[in-house]
Nanobody
Framework: QVQLAESGGGLVQSGGSLRLSCAAS????????LSWFRQAPGKERELDASIGYLGIGTNYADAVKGRFTIARDNAKNTLSLQMNSLNPEDTAVYYC????????????WGQGTQVTVSS
């Protein structure tokens, strides 16, 4: 059974930083493109950042470029998102996503972690 578990969310003041982590079991992250998505209340889930399965190549939404950094550690089967200069518009539930690109083309989601940025 595949499980992705996010951690690191919480309440932070505007301008502050948080680091989200995602740990996986039942799937090898080395076979996956990994991403972080967010979903704010009343809005659709949207992509913040992704990283290629070899760790080469990252992609960021315009809203987070220069503030967020995605990183992966295939040896530890973990994914992280360093979030700096947070603002209230970043308030959302953040989800870890793993999309297999080698083997069966399955996709997995974590349960989400809440990030709240106060002004």
């Amino acid at each position: 059974q595949v499980q992705l578990a996010e951690s690191g969310g919480g309440l932070v003041q505007s301008g502050g930083s948080l680091r989200l982590s995602c740990a996986a079991s039942g799937v090898s992250f080395s076979d996956c493109v990994l991403s972080w998505f967010r979903q704010a209340p009343g809005k659709e889930r949207e992509l913040d950042a992704s990283i290629g399965y070899l760790g080469i190549g990252t992609n960021y939404a315009d809203a987070v470029k220069g503030r967020f950094t995605i990183a992966r550690d295939n040896a530890k089967n973990t994914l992280s998102l360093q979030m700096n200069s947070l603002n209230p518009e970043d308030t959302a539930v953040y989800y870890c996503n793993a999309a297999r690109v080698r083997g069966p083309r399955d996709e997995y989601w974590g349960q989400g972690t809440q990030v709240t940025v106060s002004s």
